[in-house]
């Protein structure tokens, strides 16, 4: 899975852009846009995560979806516990939605819920993809109507991508 971010129409007279696309016959449109094909992060003392349930984990200060985690995705998730119990185990992502991640398994005991990352300083939850490689080519395709008369001369739209991973 390929999560696409970031979308910017720019033209030479709106250099800042829009997030969709709005153009007049004839302009020269630049669309930029973010592919996220892998992910690895973990919580910091400014994004805090914290086990909500049996099989969930809630991000305080952000999205799990801004990082591109998706449903379907396999991930290492590693952490140590208050107490010193160390939590290394690969699940399964069942649903994504906004600051909240769940997964297919109960992958935490009721004794873990409710246990905040990093508490302490040194003790990060790392999240891994260990389902997603970076493919061999993206291919556009834009399906553009046209309203009014044809501008023969209009140059072409430029598409231009920018990975991260």
């Known amino acids: 899975m390929i999560s696409i971010f970031n979308h910017n129409f720019t033209t030479p007279n709106r250099a800042t852009g829009t997030n969709f696309l709005l153009m007049n016959e004839g302009q ?22 914290v086990i909500t349930g049996l099989n969930e ?24 516990i208050t107490g010193g119990t160390n939590i290394n185990i690969t699940a399964t992502v ?12 109960n992958i935490f005991a009721s004794g873990q819920i409710n246990e905040m990352f ?19 080519s993206i291919d556009l395709f834009y399906n553009l109507i046209q309203i009014g008369q044809p501008n023969t001369t209009a ?11």
Do not use: C, K
Request: hydrophobic share 40%; proline share 6%.
């Open 28 to 49: 020269i449109i630049r669309h930029s846009f973010q592919v996220s094909f892998n992910f690895n992060f973990n919580s910091t003392p400014f994004n805090q995560f």
């Open 118 to 136: 990093p508490l302490v300083d040194n003790q990060e939850m790392f999240f891994v993809n260990n389902s997603r490689s970076i493919p061999e």
């Open 57 to 80: 984990i809630t991000m305080l200060n952000g999205s799990f979806e801004d990082y591109g985690v998706v449903a379907g995705d396999s991930v290492d998730i590693d952490a140590i």
């Open 155 to 165: 140059p072409a739209f430029v598409p231009s991508i920018s990975t991260s991973e």
């Open 94 to 105: 069942l649903n994504v939605s906004g600051n909240v991640i769940s997964f297919t398994t």
